[in-house]
């Protein structure tokens, strides 16, 4: 088994919003705003190379949205999920599955592509199985009105009618399963019901694609928590049950969302689960 990171662009989000009820003062401290108190933000996603297959997950926005809608994210750095795949040698018509951990626009968004004359959409993978679970899609395809705006059925709706579309298995009480793909996978639903953290096993190590479960370093004290997820109560107590166990087992968290940290391990203190190292992925993948 090979890993490699694909980061698929940066963007900026408003600070407040990303720490929900923390004052500023305290989140500045990690992530540092702008004047216009936005924070930078990754979509750093990770590529799985396994016999044969090549999975994805997550794959960022995309670049099919409107020019007016990038501006409220404010792009920003060289990135892209192309160039990232280029760099290792890889296309994305190899991809053989693409595993979203959620259906929110900055985790999915790339999936779909407009076609060549932009009359309608395509696959962005033409090879590849795209993989949810049924219960997650159910809730992104009749969305509340709190999450309408990240569901964008332009991203989620092509996979459906392609064909391509595959759903995993959802355990009794959400705890670790073997998935087909051949990581476990924990189930959070604190941020949006059934969003898939999976662990991977690799070279004696398990390392947990974090998603929006531990968006940043900066998320790491229990109340710390994003003013989008939409049951907060329950995210502090997946971050505690999570944390707490990757504390124990030395599981390693890969960040999605941390512009600067790529990979950490974290301890027990008297203060609650603390940050222990900060690592680079061409420390733990090479």
Request: aromatic letters at 12%; charged letters at 25%.
């Amino acid at each position: 088994m090979n890993l490699y990171p694909i980061n698929a662009g940066n963007l900026k989000l408003d600070g407040g919003a990303m720490f929900g009820v923390v004052p500023k003062l305290l989140w500045q401290r990690t992530n540092p705003a702008d004047a216009n108190n936005m924070i930078d933000i990754a979509t750093r996603c990770l590529l799985i190379e396994d016999g044969n297959r090549l999975i994805l997950i997550d794959n960022g926005m995309g670049n099919k949205q409107s020019e007016k809608f990038f501006g409220y994210y404010h792009p920003w750095g060289d990135f892209s999920l192309d160039t990232s795949l280029k760099t290792y040698g890889f296309h994305r018509d190899d991809i053989t599955d693409v595993f979203m951990t959620h259906l929110h626009f900055d985790h999915c968004g790339g999936s779909i592509q407009w076609n060549k004359d932009k009359t309608g959409y395509e696959p962005a993978f033409k090879n590849a199985h795209f993989w949810s679970n049924k219960d997650h899609w159910l809730w992104a395809t009749q969305p509340n009105r709190r999450e309408r705006a990240s569901f964008l059925k332009e991203n989620i709706l092509p996979m459906e009618e392609s064909g391509q579309l595959k759903f995993t298995a959802i355990p009794k009480d959400d705890t670790l399963i073997n998935s087909e793909l051949g990581f476990d996978i924990f189930f959070a639903n604190g941020h949006t019901d059934k969003q898939m953290i999976p662990l991977i096993h690799y070279k004696g190590k398990t390392i947990a694609f974090m998603a929006d479960l531990l968006p940043t370093v900066g998320h790491l004290p229990l109340p710390f928590v994003m003013g989008y997820d939409t049951r907060p109560l329950l995210t502090l107590d997946e971050k505690e049950t999570f944390l707490n166990r990757a504390a124990e087992h030395n599981i390693y968290l890969f960040l999605e969302h941390d512009a600067h940290n790529e990979i950490i391990t974290v301890q027990k203190t008297e203060k609650g689960v603390r940050l222990k190292n900060t690592y680079t992925t061409q420390d733990i993948f090479n």
